[in-house]
Nanobody, 125 residues
Framework: QVQLVESGGGLVQPGGSLRLSCAAS????????IGWFRQAPGKEREGVSC????????YYPDSVKGRFTTSRDDAKNTVYLQMNSLKPEDTAVYYC??????????????????WGQGTQVTVSS
């Protein structure tokens, strides 16, 4: 019924770019914020970004600011994460998640209603 599916991950050289997609099915993204998270082996999950239904964006780690951009296309029911100037430390499984109350709070797991299965991003020389 309700599903988020990430796509666009893969292997990229340092300095390269990837665009991740988060496609919703079974529900509309109207009035829903979408966050991006990532988790590397041996590391805690961390919030990357959030975009609200009003197109307000937030980027959480200083390390991604200026390199990552999140956007949304409500006609396609899809949210994107454009990642530029990728570094090896960006290597992780990237997840998108839906927040129906649009609080965009990355450290509160109960605030996120639905999660995708993740897409692997590997940055390697």
């Amino acid at each position: 019924q309700v599903q988020l599916v990430e796509s666009g991950g893969g292997l990229v050289q340092p300095g390269g770019s990837l665009r991740l997609s988060c496609a919703a099915s079974g529900f509309t993204l109207d009035n829903i914020a979408i966050g991006w998270f990532r988790q590397a082996p041996g590391k805690e999950r961390e919030g990357v970004s959030c975009i609200t239904s009003s197109y307000v964006t937030t980027y959480y780690p200083d390390s991604v600011k200026g390199r990552f951009t999140t956007s949304r296309d409500d006609a396609k029911n899809t949210v994107y994460l454009q990642m530029n100037s990728l570094k090896p430390e960006d290597t992780a499984v990237y997840y998108c998640a839906a927040d129906s109350v649009e609080l965009c709070r990355p450290d509160y797991s109960d605030m996120w209603d639905y999660w995708g299965q993740g897409t692997q991003v590997t940055v390697s020389s």
